[in-house]
């Protein structure tokens, strides 16, 4: 049952991809394609940490 079930997937794995992530004309590849990797989430952790012990600027607080 988990091989046919397996084989199903396989089969539809275009279809489930466009399901999940649909892209239309105002779908940001970039962002989309950044989401999905993971050394892109290491160095924004990174980030993020670092940001937080020396101090973010608030958005609120940006001249504008």
């Given amino acids: 049952m988990k091989i046919e079930s397996l084989?199903?997937?396989?089969?539809?794995?275009?279809?489930?991809v466009r399901?999940?992530?649909p892209v239309t004309d105002e779908t940001d590849l970039e962002s989309?394609?950044?989401a999905q990797r993971?050394?892109?989430w290491e160095i924004y952790d990174r980030a993020h940490k670092e940001g937080t012990k020396?101090?973010?600027?608030?958005?609120e607080d940006?001249?504008?």
């Fill in 7 to 16: 084989r199903e997937a396989k089969a539809k794995l275009g279809q489930i």
């Fill in 19 to 21: 399901e999940l992530l």
């Fill in 32 to 34: 989309l394609l950044l």
């Fill in 38 to 40: 993971q050394d892109f």
């Fill in 54 to 59: 020396k101090g973010f600027t608030k958005l």
């Fill in 62 to 64: 940006l001249p504008g």
